[in-house]
């Protein structure tokens, strides 16, 4: 027969008893936590209140805290000093709760249970008559001082610097007062045989100075007051010590021109108009899709209603099993049967972080976000960004501010009136509220003879007046690439990454950000696409380290105007509505923009967004920017805004050098690129790229110079350039002219 297993004795060890005793001690702890509220409920609660007093909420938290012990499983949740400490908290309590009562309070019961019950008053007197008040009250401070770092695990050192660091200076000789004493208690002598090694010191070639010489040097500057000097010249010195090339000539950082600038107030801008939301409203139209997609077969629930700034979010439950393509099929059934403004409900499935599935359609009664609100909340927590971007409020009413630093370079489209200038002119307003000239330097181009941006003119954030012309973008970008190069070039010199770590390095803004804004890029593409699409696409790959960061903004969002070399470099995308679904792929990647409702209306997507967010753009008026802009120009005290010398020269040199034709500037396979396209009679960058097998840059390099000569036209769009001529003979007598300009010169 096989044995019986003897059962095990229940011992303390067992862990039947410790549950059980852990129980028992938690409704213990439990009825002494709450017996100071409920002592006129029962006897119970009367007889701890009247031993404890207030202090029973003290031994009621001890009491779980062990109970918790023995509960738990893992001793993580247990440590033996807090729970000392909660006992030296406990009795401290009941003896201070007592120490203010007067003789003949300490003999009423009533009194007593608004102290420290009859153990406070028992304690008190044993420890008043053996020391007195004074010392009674002094050993509870130390007592409490003790039982908070064993609680919170806090060293007393750090207590003590803490009390030093609340102390005043005062005029007293150093060693001398109340700081010097908590500083000898805190930082007692070492002994001399202890070395105490500096990490950042170097290794070898130190020179250690006597106490006497540091004592004399730190009077000498404190007499002299050139300590800053002192560290100029150590930056300096370093800055000597790093070689810098023979070949290039790198200007010395000017110091800050505006060290007292003042932003303008938010009062100057437009007050927000808000209108009361009617909730019935929603209710009825929640109740509209649930009978609306009934009818289709569908069974779903409203469970919420999320109401943005102009557009309503339904979040729908919807039983397992239904497809979530039904309901996306069902979008115009469902516009007709809400009556909606627009055309069509965009259906968001699921939305990002639940299970749900959002139907969006317009708010009957939109709230649009001013600039007022959306400055007023940025600098409240300004120092979270390096250049802010306000973008407006989410379909949750939630402001929603990036950082361009971050993203790093930002790609605005939209049909035309659908709010794109006026979101440009929102981020340029949240700048310039919150960063100075020192800061931040802009590059504008509007190719629209400057009607949307004239007005930055004179302010001076600006490198450059606003370019208009198209022919001096050219010259305007690459001067923007050789300043990133130059930039690089200062940040290998001391040695470090990005921009921000430059100015802490030389120890003020040495380097500004450069923001360059083109607010029509399609113009750009359309008369020299090649050139400025390679200038942007080197700025948006190398220009984030430096500080510098592009916002481009087209009305055309098409392939031919955003290609995929521009979109591949900027991530940060805001779509506003456009009028297909094809214009939506080609800005976001994605469908969605075409259901827009205008207005401001946008989707914004960058690298930390896995999709689109709905947000209700920032309403900036004219007035709003010609209030800032005055209130910024009223601090050059009618002085003339001080642009970029090297700038101004490099857009009026003209076209590059390169470009002219000159046959000693001309690529050495301009010969055998020209025989190509006379003889096929075609001409384009993918042309010579795939008959000469070489790259693409530099295939588009050989068909500007070939146009330079007048070999072929002007690109037209996405066609074939039109070949001028048949024979290389027709062009012989322009090369001999370019030669005996190159000879002459």
């Known amino acids: ?317 919807i039983s397992v099993g239904v497809k979530v393509s039904r309901i996306k099929n ?40 001013y600039a007022r609100e959306m400055i007023t909340r940025l600098r409240k927590e300004e120092d979270k960004y390096e250049l802010p971007l306000i973008l407006g409020k989410d379909i949750t009413a939630k402001t929603q501010i990036k950082d361009l630093a971050k993203i790093p370079h930002l790609l605005v489209a939209g049909a035309t009136g659908t709010g794109k200038s006026v979101a440009i002119n929102s981020l340029l307003t949240g700048l310039l509220m919150t960063k100075s000239p020192d800061e931040v330097k802009f590059i504008m181009i509007d190719p629209k003879m400057g009607v949307e941006m004239a007005i930055y003119n004179g302010i001076p954030h600006l490198l450059n007046p606003v370019i208009t012309d198209s022919e001096a973008v050219i010259n305007a970008l690459q001067w923007t690439i050789d300043e990133m190069m130059r930039r690089y070039r200062q940040l290998k010199q001391l040695r470090v990454k990005k921009l921000t770590e430059y100015n802490k390095k030389v120890g003020y803004l040495a380097m500004p950000y450069i923001i360059v804004v083109i607010d029509e890029m399609a113009d750009l593409m359309l008369t020299s696409g090649v050139d400025v699409e390679t200038k942007i696409q080197r700025l948006a790959q190398m220009g984030r380290a430096v500080g510098i960061h592009l916002i481009l903004a087209t009305q055309k969002p098409t392939v031919n105007v955003i290609t995929g070399l521009i979109k591949s470099n900027i991530p940060g995308r805001m779509a506003f509505a456009v009028a297909t679904n094809m214009d939506s792929r080609v800005i976001l990647d994605e469908s969605g923009a075409e259901t827009l409702l205008g207005n401001g209306d946008m989707l914004y997507k960058d690298q930390t967004t896995p999709k689109a967010l709905r947000i209700q753009g920032t309403n900036t008026t004219t007035e709003d920017s010609e209030a800032v802009i005055a209130a910024i120009k009223e601090q050059l005290a009618e002085e003339e805004p001080s642009y970029s010398d090297d700038l101004t020269e490099a857009i009026e040199k003209g076209p590059q050098e390169s470009l002219k034709g000159g046959p000693k500037e001309r690529d050495p396979e301009f010969e055998k690129a020209l025989s190509i396209v006379i003889s096929n009679q075609k001409a384009s960058a993918s042309f010579l790229q795939r008959k000469m097998r070489i790259g693409y840059n530099k295939a588009a390099r050989l068909i500007d110079q070939l146009h330079q000569a007048g070999v072929v036209g002007p690109q037209d769009g996405s066609k074939p350039r039109k070949v001028l001529i048949t024979s290389p003979d027709q062009i012989s007598d322009k090369l001999k002219e370019d030669d005996s300009e190159t000879t002459e010169e």
Not at 233 to 239: A, C, K, P, S
Not at 270 to 295: F, G, H, M, R
């Open 1 to 317: 027969m096989p044995r019986k297993k003897k059962k095990k004795a229940i011992t303390i060890e067992s862990s039947e008893t410790k549950i059980l005793s852990g129980l028992i001690l938690f409704i213990l702890g439990l009825i002494v936590l709450i017996s100071p509220f409920m002592q006129n409920h029962s006897s119970l609660f009367d007889q701890i209140t009247l031993a404890l007093g207030y202090a029973a909420i003290a031994w009621g938290t001890l009491t779980i805290y062990l109970s918790l012990a023995l509960l738990a499983k893992k001793k993580k949740f247990f440590s033996v000093k807090q729970s000392v400490g909660l006992l030296f908290f406990s009795i401290c309590l009941n003896i201070l709760l007592s120490f203010w009562l007067i003789e003949e309070q300490l003999n009423d019961t009533e009194a007593l249970r608004g102290a420290g019950g009859q153990l406070g008053k028992a304690l008190h007197l044993s420890l008043n008559g053996f020391v007195g008040s004074f010392i009674e009250i002094i050993i509870i401070l130390i007592v409490l001082v003790i039982s908070f770092s064993l609680i919170t695990a806090t060293p007393l050192q750090q207590i003590f610097e803490f009390l030093e660091d609340s102390v005043p200076e005062g005029k007293e000789k150093e060693g001398t007062g109340l700081k010097g004493f908590l500083k000898k208690l805190s930082s007692p002598e070492l002994p001399e045989d202890v070395k105490i090694e500096n990490g950042d010191e170097a290794e070898d070639d130190i020179k250690v100075e006597s106490e006497e010489e540091v004592q004399r040097r730190l009077d000498n500057i404190l007499a002299t007051d050139d300590s800053a000097e002192e560290e100029k010249q150590v930056e300096e010195d370093l800055v000597k010590q790093v070689p810098v090339p023979e070949d290039t000539e790198e200007k010395e950082p000017e110091g800050p021109k505006f060290p007292n600038w003042q932003f303008p107030e938010a009062e100057i801008l437009q007050k927000p108009e808000i209108k009361e939301q009617d909730k019935e409203v929603y209710k009825d139209k929640a109740k509209v899709i649930e009978a609306t997609l009934k009818n289709f077969g569908i069974d779903a629930k409203v469970v919420a209603v999320a109401i943005g700034p102009t557009v309503l979010r339904f979040s729908l439950s």
């Open 330 to 369: 069902l979008s115009n059934d469902l516009a007709l049967a809400l009556a909606s403004q627009s055309s069509s409900v965009r259906i968001e499935a699921p939305i990002p972080g639940t299970s749900y599935v959002g139907i969006e359609i317009p708010n009957p009664t939109p709230n649009y976000v």
